[in-house]
T-cell receptor, first 112, second 113 residues
Framework: QKEVEQDPGPLSVPEGAIVSLNCTYS??????FMWYRQYSRKGPELLMY????GNKEDGRFTAQVDKSSKYISLFIRDSQPSDSATYLC????????????FGAGTRLFVKA | ETGVTQTPRHLVMGMTNKKSLKCEQH?????MYWYKQSAKKPLELMFV???????ENNSVPSRFSPECPNSSHLFLHLHTLQPEDSALYLC????????????FGSGTRLTVV
């Protein structure tokens, strides 16, 4: 079993839709959780990070962590064509430990 | 210039060549990383340097050789690569261990022929 599972997609939605991106994980000891966005021919860019269960909101983006279910989500409200990218979840045991585990990424297309 | 800069952006090399990838960070971070990104696979951690000392080497073949001369610069020396080494090589930096996120460069797209 992989430590982090992420549906590769692609996921295609119309402009203005609410997008839900998800990852599951197997290691209940993970302490921090992140979402990165990667545009074509670019490196990943950090969107959000959190250390606790619950929701964290930043503009149109909401990150949700459910440690009891070992499940994290990223919601994008009012999606825009500029949100078309690959979204990577990431998580790790120890903020000082240099070992973050990444999901393989979900490819998202937002159609105008 | 700000952020993490990687050069070259694209590289095509033969299996007998020797080449180097360069990374520079302008963020004052104290850790730097090399990651390999292959299609539809998770990022694979290759090497980690913290305060210029290597702290992680993820069973990477010896044909990849990292060098970190100071906290702002990181190199990846390549020699006698195989076609399966073709991938996007990403450099990243972070403060401490990366639990507050990495800043990535745009990567070097490597093709081994």
């Amino acid at each position: 079993q992989k430590e982090v599972e992420q549906d590769p997609g692609p996921l295609s939605v119309p402009e203005g839709a609410i997008v839900s991106l998800n990852c599951t994980y197997s290691n209940s000891a993970f302490q921090y959780f992140m979402w990165y966005r990667q545009y074509s021919r670019k490196g990943p860019e950090l969107l959000m990070y959190t250390y606790s269960s619950g929701n964290k909101e930043d503009g149109r983006f909401t990150a949700q962590v459910d440690k009891s279910s070992k499940y994290i989500s990223l919601f994008i409200r009012d999606s825009q064509p500029s949100d078309s990218a690959t979204y990577l979840c990431a998580m790790g045991l120890d903020t000082g430990g240099f070992k973050t585990i990444f999901g393989a990424g979900t490819r998202l297309f937002v159609k105008a | 210039e700000t952020g993490v800069t990687q050069t070259p952006r694209h590289l095509v090399m033969g299996m007998t060549n020797k080449k180097s990838l360069k990374c520079e960070q302008h963020l004052g971070h104290n850790a730097m990383y090399w990651y390999k990104q292959s299609a539809k696979k998770p990022l694979e951690l290759m090497f980690v340097y913290s305060l210029e000392e290597r702290v992680e080497n993820n069973s990477v073949p010896s044909r990849f050789s990292p060098e970190c001369p100071n906290s702002s610069h990181l190199f990846l020396h390549l020699h006698t690569l195989q076609p399966e080494d073709s991938a996007l090589y990403l450099c990243a930096s972070s403060q401490r261990g990366g639990g507050e996120g990495y800043t990535f460069g745009s990567g070097t797209r490597l093709t081994v022929v």
